[in-house]
């Protein structure tokens, strides 16, 4: 007698099941079924989900954000600055090309409107200031020779000496003396500040689009001579008062003046390109753009270096141009003192246009222009404090385009179809008569047995295994194959029908009591078993 072959494990007869069953149900295809359902409420909600999703598109989508248009972002811009106006300190009267730096006209300048000036500085030793990190002593013990600080202002000496003022004492260093805390003297330039106008010129294109426009109405009676801006009455007028951006900034100029501050001058460009060029404006907002709140970083200030004369005095400070000629309003003329630069044989105009030069990088903390006063070199140091101006420039233009169009009505359509299915969650998860639905929407339909030389069961016969029974997937496991088969021929042969998609009217009616008579309704159940006998709609 012959062994008995192995049988495969039943993990993998389990997994070929799987895998077949997996590999078949890839190779249905489902249509919807359309149901009518009579349900006053399960309407509602479907009409008010399908309004929802149009308003949102047409008004949101379509009105609001302007999908129907291709848009550009980000304008190529170009700024042009002037300012023009007088000021007065304690000593001396201030002009545009000495309380704007730098003096070019670019998109971020800075307007002083207080200093503090530290006079006559030359290469010695001097007492440290106290604000430095261990600067204060009591005696030549507590300076170390030679120690450098990062933060201070030179190189100890190892001695410890008198404070400019006062009864402290501070460690000596060997630099540029006397430090600035030791000897600076402030000056006020804010008092006519409020006035000074600003000439802001703007131009824009959208390279996209090929559109451009200028923030300047084009006028030839001297329009801007006497022009201010005013949102209503004079949009294309661009000139500021320096108080009337600082008011709209929210600022108190005072002191803003006093501790410096960056202002920020935003000009938005929203061009709708579908209408004419006449509606595309600008629309400034004014705002601080430092934090002044914060203790460490509050304010705006910045350094650099003056030219020093002899016999001037402690707020003399004078412009290349003005030492050049001897011609200083508030400083005698140059006697003995003649600046020179660290580079010799320039000649006059190569120092002028070097001293321009330092001017424009002024923002830099520390410069230096020297001079020689009876063989010692010296210096003027002024910190300034000022306001800040910095010009943004950002847009947006859109004009229709058939592409975005398209993309956003597609998605509207698309989206419509969310309210088909909330309701079908609603109607198969909520509703009493849930599972009469389930059967009703759910159906799974037999093809006919193929003969034996169709491709399918060619393809079984190679593959090795036999041809699928008749109508399987009407069979239930718990029922035997000749009951099933014979329901199935039970039931009449259909009419033909009409070729579009099914559909079937529910009336939603309250539930009778069972029990015999007219009004039974095992005829809707007998129906559902036969089209889903093995109650795959419950899954």
Request: with cysteine; aromatic share 10%; proline share 8%.
């Amino acid at each position: 007698m012959a062994a008995a072959e192995p049988k495969p494990p039943a993990g993998a007869a389990a997994a070929r099941r799987l895998a077949r069953s997996c590999w078949s149900a890839f190779w249905d295809y489902e249509t919807p079924k359309v149901i009518v359902v009579r349900n006053r409420r399960l309407g509602v909600v479907y009409r008010v989900v399908q309004l929802l999703i149009l308003l949102y598109f047409v008004w949101y989508v379509f009105i609001v954000q302007k999908s129907y248009q291709d848009r550009e972002t980000g304008p190529e811009s170009s700024v042009i600055t002037k300012v023009k106006g007088i000021t007065s300190s304690e000593h001396k009267v201030w002009d545009v090309e000495e309380y704007v730096k730098p003096p070019e006209g670019g998109s971020v300048f800075s307007i002083i409107t207080r200093i503090e000036v530290t006079p006559s500085q030359a290469q010695g030793t001097c007492p440290e200031s106290v604000r430095v990190t261990n600067a204060t002593c009591s005696s030549d013990e507590d300076c170390v020779a030679g120690e450098l600080d990062m933060l201070g202002n030179g190189v100890r000496t190892g001695r410890c000496v008198p404070y400019y003022y006062g009864a402290s004492k501070t460690c000596e260093v060997s630099g540029w003396c006397p430090v600035e805390d030791g000897a600076s003297v402030s000056q006020f330039l804010g008092k006519m500040a409020p006035n000074f106008t600003i000439l802001i010129k703007n131009s824009i294109h959208y390279p996209k689009f090929q559109f451009s426009k200028g923030n300047i109405e084009m006028r030839k009676d001297g329009y801007l001579k006497h022009c201010l801006f005013d949102e209503v009455s004079h949009l294309y007028c661009p000139i500021f008062r320096l108080g009337f951006i600082v008011e709209r900034a929210g600022e108190n100029f005072t002191e803003l003046a006093r501790t410096g501050g960056v202002i920020g001058v935003i000009i938005n460009w929203d061009c709708d390109l579908d209408l004419s060029a006449s509606n595309c404006n600008p629309k400034y907002s004014f705002r601080r753009l430092d934090p002044k709140h914060t203790p460490a970083s509050s304010g705006y200030n910045f350094r650099y270096v003056g030219p020093g004369t002899p016999g001037s005095s402690p707020s003399c400070v004078v412009a290349w141009e003005q030492t050049r000629r001897g011609q200083s309003r508030c400083c005698p003329p140059r006697a003995t003192g003649t600046p020179t630069t660290r580079s010799s044989g320039l000649g006059s105009r190569a120092r002028r246009l070097a001293f321009q030069f330092q001017v424009l990088t002024s923002f830099h903390p520390r410069f230096a222009k020297y001079y020689k006063i009876n063989g010692s070199t010296t210096r003027t140091l002024i910190k300034a404090y000022g306001i800040r101006i910095d010009v943004i420039v950002h847009g947006q233009a859109g004009k229709f385009s058939l592409i975005p169009t398209i993309i956003n009505l597609a998605t509207a359509l698309t989206s419509i179809g969310v309210g088909s299915f909330l309701c079908d969650w609603i109607l198969l998860t909520f509703m009493n008569k849930n599972k009469v639905y389930s059967h009703k929407k759910f159906d799974k339909v037999c093809t006919p047995q193929h003969s034996p030389g169709s491709w399918p069961v060619t393809l079984a016969l190679v593959l090795g295994q036999a041809p699928p029974p008749p109508c399987a997937c009407s069979t239930d496991p718990g029922r035997p194959q000749d009951e099933g088969q014979s329901q199935a021929q039970a039931v009449p042969p259909s009419r033909p029908g009409p070729t579009s998609a099914p559909s079937e009217q529910m009336v939603d009616t309250p539930d009778r009591g069972a029990g015999p008579g007219p009004q039974a309704s095992a005829p809707p159940q007998q129906d559902s078993t036969l089209t889903d006998p093995r109650g795959l709609a419950q899954l």
